[in-house]
């Protein structure tokens, strides 16, 4: 194995290991990754999401083994997520890229924000968001963004009072779909087979990571798994406000 697919391997496998035990971050890391390698933002995206659906399946395989699913919550999840993804993906790719990025940088601010008050022990009844539309505009904004749908769903459920375990596990699955739906739509309107060592490398990796990902939050205490998520998306949220203001 060369340097170079050693690289996107290790890439993948540090981006899964985040994303397959805290439901976030696989996309952001990777895209971020391959945009700073010099890749077009659309291959970098198609490649990100055709490595997704190896390292999807498996994490939420993974899930499901250790008991980390809501069936319920995971079926209004996927229905909607599916279709946010397809319009995403086909129709409004034309939508101005600074509005996303806005609309994005101040959801995980505000999400963020709610999750270390958890952290804190400062519970309270607060408006919980419908499944559904979560998962129409998680898959909408991966579609158009490259990432969105970790930072949007799993950090609004666990934001609005969700278990981390369950709310984890039920989109790390329902990603699967969304994420096999969205590379369809790249496939049918992208060439990129010149940069299949990227994907063969980010599958490798992240194949290595996505199995330890159900034990992972299985084992975590819920205070520890509420930080981590805080601060990935925190952290998110910081490279989303930078990059708003630098462009």
């Not at 083994?65 to 996927?78: A, E, M, S, T």
């Not at 968001?129 to 769903?153: E, K, N, R």
């Amino acid at each position: 194995m060369d340097t170079e697919l050693l690289l996107f391997a290790a890439i993948g496998f540090a981006a899964q290991i985040i994303d397959g035990a805290l439901g976030m971050a696989f996309g952001v890391i990777c895209s971020s990754s391959l945009l700073a390698f010099g890749l077009p933002p659309a291959i970098a995206s198609a490649a990100v999401h055709a490595a997704e659906v190896v390292t999807t399946g498996l994490s939420g395989t993974s899930h499901l083994y250790h008991r980390n699913v809501d069936k319920r919550l995971f079926l209004k999840l996927v229905v909607t997520g599916v279709l946010g993804g397809i319009v995403g993906a086909y129709v409004l790719t034309g939508l101005p890229e600074q509005i996303v990025k806005g609309f994005v940088a101040f959801y995980l601010v505000g999400m963020a924000l709610l999750i270390f008050e958890r952290v804190r022990g400062r519970e309270h009844r607060r408006f919980q968001p419908p499944p559904q539309a979560l998962g129409a505009g998680g898959g909408f904004l991966d579609a158009i963004g490259g990432g969105g749908w970790g930072p949007i769903v799993a950090s609004s459920l666990i934001a609005t009072g969700g278990e981390p375990r369950r709310s984890i596990g039920s989109v790390n699955l329902a990603e699967f779909f969304v994420t096999v739906a969205i590379s369809v739509t790249f496939l049918l309107h992208l060439d990129f087979a010149q940069y299949g060592r990227i994907v063969l490398g980010l599958v490798i990796g992240g194949a290595l990571a996505a199995p330890l990902a159900g034990y992972l939050i299985r084992i975590m205490p819920q205070r520890l798994a509420l930080a981590l998520v805080a601060l990935v998306v925190a952290g998110q949220a910081a490279v989303s406000v930078y990059g708003l203001l630098a462009g």
